[in-house]
């Protein structure tokens, strides 16, 4: 088949934007959970997470034991008391993974206090009504939905914060789908939690069927760009313009992979079933970075010389080119 090719000039104006707006997304990152094989504290406060029952697991990027997975009653996440989810201003992001629909078991508790009262605040959850990402604000009553239907297996990156003005701002995949002023008034017991039970129970509320990914707690409210970002690190730039190239094939059956496409400190790796025979680094300009042509079927990039922002990684195969974006974070 014909392979299309990005060119760089849609992925230029996209990271322009970013650095435009001097993305820093460790900035008051209080914690953050990649739950590669434990519950510890990436962000390097030590805000450790307390895992029951649930199993590591493959995460989006296909990494083993890098994701959490939760089956329903009895497996939950306990947190520290980083923030207090009546108290603005804070954010909360994750990726997540359903692997059943709520509306077959019960709303699915994303964020909330451990152990709540009937009609409690519920900040973020799957409705077991319409399988809808929503949110309950008890001193009004009220639910509020994203109008986003889950779909078994497809990973989805989910943002709520809180602002200092009582705003509260639910995004999906980078979307902004709420935006209310609300205040949450729950005071919980200081315990912050995925699924909002700790028994075996199979009729209590907040059980979670599905897998958790890269969890994340700010002390403040993140900006749509910062959440836009933190969406964006595993998905397709839109091809806004594309080049055939006629004569290079592809095949479905070939194996290639880069792996992390949001770098912070850390290598990326590719690994391919095929032999690469020329392996090509590009900054956002178009600017050749650096070139190797030692062969082989896994290689890894080095970040630490590199400046913040996107790249583009060019690998080239016998027949066939793979080309994929990368960002790259300090």
Not at 36 to 46: E, K, L, Q, R, V
Not at 169 to 194: C, H, M, P, T, W
Not at 210 to 230: C, K, M, N
Not at 309 to 325: D, P
Request: glycine fraction near 6%.
């Amino acid at each position: 088949m014909k392979q299309h090719i990005l060119l760089f000039t849609a992925i230029i104006l996209t990271t322009s934007q970013l650095l435009a707006q001097n993305i820093n997304l460790d900035l008051d990152l209080v914690g953050h959970y990649t739950f590669s094989n434990s519950g510890a504290d990436s962000s390097g406060n030590n805000n450790l997470a307390f895992i029951t029952g649930c199993e590591f697991t493959e995460d989006r990027l296909g990494s083993p034991q890098s994701a959490l997975r939760f089956s329903g009653p009895g497996d939950y996440v306990l947190f520290p008391e980083m923030i207090q989810l009546y108290n603005p201003e804070w954010s909360y992001a994750l990726w997540f993974k359903p692997e059943e629909l709520a509306s077959e078991k019960s709303d699915m508790f994303l964020l909330s206090y451990l152990n709540i009262s009937t009609f409690d605040d519920v900040h973020l959850f799957l409705d077991d009504q319409n399988d809808q990402f929503s949110t309950y604000i008890e001193s009004g009553s009220v639910k509020y939905t994203t109008g986003v239907t889950a779909v078994i297996d497809q990973w989805y990156h989910l943002t709520i914060s809180y602002a200092s003005d009582d705003s509260i701002k639910i995004y999906v995949d980078g979307e902004l789908l709420i935006a209310q002023r609300e205040n949450f008034s729950s005071l919980g017991d200081a315990s912050i939690v995925l699924a909002s039970i700790i028994n075996n129970s199979t009729s209590l509320k907040g059980r979670i069927f599905g897998v958790v990914d890269d969890v994340r707690f700010y002390s403040r409210e993140i900006t749509p760009t910062e959440v836009e970002v933190l969406a964006d690190f595993d998905s397709e730039i839109e091809e806004e313009e594309e080049e055939e190239i006629d004569d290079i094939t592809e095949s479905d059956s070939t194996f290639f992979s880069i792996s992390p496409t949001f770098a912070l400190n850390q290598d990326i790796l590719i690994r391919s079933s095929e032999t690469i025979t020329e392996l090509e680094l590009y900054d956002a300009s178009g600017k050749l970075i650096s070139r190797s042509t030692e062969g082989g079927t896994t290689h890894r990039i080095g970040t630490k010389p590199l400046s913040q922002g996107m790249y583009i990684i060019v690998a080239r195969m016998m027949g066939n080119i793979r080309s994929e974006k990368v960002m790259v974070v300090k």
